[in-house]
């Protein structure tokens, strides 16, 4: 692109450039449906991560498709092919070698056949053999002779993919610069051990034996890691295989590599690369990240080449690792842990696209402002807790009607109260604001339009005010209980839900009220908006009522004009109180001293004329009993609701409180 011009080309893959821009409010949505239920932010966020976006797979859908790719790699033959074929050509060979001695009459050929019925039951042995057999049959000595390419090309297969293709029919030659390549890899793999400056040699190897390397790596690394990943592939094979068949085969690729003169070249890389990689599974031993699941049993009937049965493996190790970490259920889990090159090869395009947006969502919702790390730990900003306060107020008013309800007025509002777009006659001790324009025209109405020598006199009944509205201010005290019996009985979530609603619906509808939230288990405390919403249930034992009255009664003092109002959502009746030194103390049974301390705040309260509104979110008779008497004393309400229809009770009753207030003279 230069300046003014732009060029134009086929898409290639990668994220749709013509997708909407990423929306956080949307993850802040999906977000709230596991806070609203208790849950904290950053499970609500693993969550999320887990189950995905609209339109784009979450972590669990990539899972399930690796394991169904997991499935088809098991699926795609067994492990001994490579000795099945041997076996089928040894028998093959000794068959054709008995079909040509069979004729000859002479005591040799009897003695080749003797020498034929004494060949060892091991393919390897065997094999090994038959290295100076004389053969009778040149098409048994050809047979054989397939034996002995077949393990070549099999062998190096096994630790570099696609010799077993790129060797056959190999010469002396071909040979050679295999030995040639294996050396100088030796070479360099113990120069870079050494910690020496390899970039240049690297270079140049790949221009020396580029050919043999498929993967065309970019640097050593890559070669490093594609080597020992197929090399620990390879372990695993023999060590899915029967003792028998593990050291039959194992013979028998040792007698390949002498045959190639690379037995000692090919143990000392084996070294290198265990070196290199320790971490990787060797064997089976189950070492690293998501190691343990690999799963080396071969389900399928077709008989695998001991290349191909090591790319089988290599490939479900890397599913294997990459079914771990899109689990993310290991210490220090993060989607950087998840290889987007592997998705790519496991699952396609459309799948690292998917991974992608999955990453951008934790730093999409930083970005924007909703969501905050603080000393390591999740949090959500008053932003993010304003929108899921909404999403929780409107579930509730899907449920509850609440048209009319306190939107009371008063018409003597003052100079203070709201405009409502009307004006009236001015009466005296009115204090409203003088309506300039509606004075004017009543003036002009009754005078006539000015003009020379007629001037715009002014009279009192001229005068009209601006109409304002008043409403009642109240002061909201919600008294949440956190202790480990609402987790228990499943009413965290909803007192949570109830309590973010009823500070939404306070904030934005009626801006003039106060609401304070105070949690309270051994302990009291007033909790801020996000510390509610990030906030989990508390394992403690005890239910401190006492003080979580003794905190709002000195929250409502600071609101002398405002209609007090105490709102306790509990599951159970009080079982702490605070001592002298403000040391809590637990009982249960309740002491006496605990109920009597609580009802003691309860009438401390109703003489500061306060009501007190109790949720009971249990029908225990103690509970019951302690209630009653609470409301007795206080002439509050008791409501026993459903624990799903919390929130509207606690909605439908500040509401309805606020309907009732009536304004002051």
Known sequence: MSSGQFRYGPWDGGPDPLASPFAATDAVDEMSREILEGRTPR???????????????????????????????????????????????????????????????????????AELDALPSDPARAVRELADYDWRSQQARETYEQIADLLRREVLDAQFRGMKQALEGATPEDMARVRDMVRDLNELLEADARGEDTQDRFAEFMRRHGEFFPENPG??????????????????????????????????????????????????????????????????????????????????DEPLGLGDATSALEELA???????????DYPGASLDDVDPEAVERALGRAAVDDLAQLRQVE??????????????????????????????LARIFRDVTARGRGDHTHSDAGSAGDLLGTSRRWQFGDTQPIDVVRTVRNAVLRGGPPGPGNRIRLTVDDFEVAETERRTSAAVCLLVDLSYSMALRGTWGVAKSTALALHALVTTRFPQDKVH????????????????????????????????????????????????????????????????????SFSWPPMPETLELTLAEVDRLTRRGVSINVFMLDDEPRLVRFVEEMARRNGGRVLSPDPSTLGSFVIHDYLHSRSSRRVAG
Do not use: C, K
């Open 43 to 113: 499970e609500a966020l693993d969550a999320l991560l887990r189950r995905g976006m609209p339109n784009r797979r979450g972590l669990d859908d990539l899972r399930r498709a690796v394991e169904r790719r997991r499935r088809e790699a098991r699926s795609r033959g067994r492990l001994d092919g490579t000795l099945e074929e041997v076996r089928r050509l040894l028998d093959t060979a000794v068959g054709q070698e008995r079909a040509a001695l069979f004729p000859d009459p002479a005591d040799e050929a009897r003695m080749r056949e």
């Open 318 to 328: 890397e599913l294997d690792e990459l079914a771990a970490s899109l689990s993310q």
């Open 517 to 584: 939230i105070i949690g309270f288990s051994d302990y009291a405390r007033e909790l801020r908006p996000v510390e509610l919403a990030g906030l989990d249930s508390e394992m403690v034992q005890g239910t401190n009522l006492q003080h979580a009255l003794l905190i709002a009664g000195r929250l409502l003092r600071r609101y002398p004009e405002s209609e007090p109002v105490v709102m306790v959502v509990t599951d159970g009746e009080p079982t702490a109180h605070l001592q002298r030194d403000g040391t809590p």
């Open 219 to 300: 640097d050593l690394d890559e070669l490093v890691d594609a080597l020992a990943r197929r090399a620990a592939a390879a372990e695993r094979l023999l060590a899915g295989l029967t003792p028998a068949q593990r050291q039959e085969l194992a013979d028998l690729m040792a007698t390949a590599m002498e045959d190639m003169g690379l037995a000692g070249e090919m143990s000392r890389l084996s070294r290198a690369l265990r070196s290199a990689r320790p971490g990787l599974d060797w064997g089976g031993r189950g070492r690293g990240r998501g190691r343990g699941r690999f799963s080396g049993a071969m389900t399928g």
């Open 363 to 392: 730093r999409e919702l930083e970005r924007q402002g909703f969501i905050t790390r603080r000393a390591g730990t999740l949090e959500l900003t008053p932003r993010a807790v304003r929108r899921i306060g909404e999403t929780a």
